[in-house]
T-cell receptor, first 116, second 113 residues
Framework: AQSVTQLGSHVSVSEGALVLLRCNYS??????LFWYVQYPNQGLQLLLK??????LVKGINGFEAEFKKSETSFHLTKPSAHMSDAAEYFC??????????????FGQGTELSVKP | NAGVTQTPKFQVLKTGQSMTLQCAQD?????MSWYRQDPGMGLRLIHY???????DQGEVPNGYNVSRSTTEDFPLRLLSAAPSQTSVYFC????????????FGQGTRLTVV
């Protein structure tokens, strides 16, 4: 069965510092990969996704992520944190191929705090 | 477009009561899903549907029922509410392809006392 692991349930950075949120997946076949963001009391919003092609993908709000097949990782980064980035971030995988019913498998989530 | 609409936003139930959480989407998406979100556990799949008349169980289906009579609607029924079902529930929809984005509703915060 596929699974997703996000290392660190809470990450705290200073404003202007690098943001690095880690995501590893387990799958015999590389899945499609997603990062979602959830602001307080709201639903989830897509930040970026990797399906095929270039392994470095850029998303909204200055975030990017790199798919590394050899490391089964899809870490999320942002060069300079802003106060408005404080939120919970979810990594998710969608099994590629076959009739998977549109399922998304989520990691546990990482809450990002940004200190002034 | 309204996207994915969930009602109600908040609900308090007594143990043993039943209720239906509503979910509607206006994007003509074939895939719809229900998730529950609990602290430290991410989102866990309850039930999903690949089209009208077709539903299947996810990771945590016990205590919940679904049906999909139309493409637009995918209600989630709690048969006999238990305190363990206190959670935030999200409905999501996406096109029939695994590489597409899922769109989420705003969530329903349910408390069972």
């Amino acid at each position: 069965a596929q699974s997703v692991t996000q290392l660190g349930s809470h990450v705290s950075v200073s404003e202007g510092a690098l943001v690095l949120l880690r995501c590893n997946y387990s799958s015999s076949v590389p899945p499609y990969l997603f990062w979602y963001v959830q602001y307080p009391n709201q639903g989830l919003q897509l930040l970026l996704k990797y399906t095929t092609g270039a392994t470095l993908v850029k998303g909204i709000n200055g975030f990017e992520a790199e798919f590394k097949k050899s490391e089964t990782s899809f870490h999320l980064t942002k060069p300079s944190a802003h106060m408005s980035d404080a939120a919970e971030y979810f990594c998710a995988v969608s099994p590629a191929g076959g009739n998977q019913g549109g399922k998304l498998i989520f990691g546990q989530g990482t809450e990002l705090s940004v200190k002034p | 477009n309204a996207g994915v609409t969930q009602t109600p936003k908040f609900q308090v139930l007594k143990t043993g009561q039943s209720m239906t959480l509503q979910c509607a989407q206006d994007m003509n998406h074939e895939y719809m899903s229900w998730y529950r979100q609990d602290p430290g556990m991410g989102l866990r799949l309850i039930h999903y549907s690949v089209g009208a008349g077709i539903t299947d169980q996810g990771e945590v289906p016990n205590g919940y029922n679904v049906s999909r009579s139309t493409t637009e609607d995918f209600p989630l029924r709690l048969l006999s509410a238990a305190p363990s079902q206190t959670s935030v529930y999200f409905c999501a929809s996406r096109y029939r392809a695994s590489n597409t984005e899922a769109f989420f509703g705003q969530g329903t915060r349910l408390t069972v006392v």
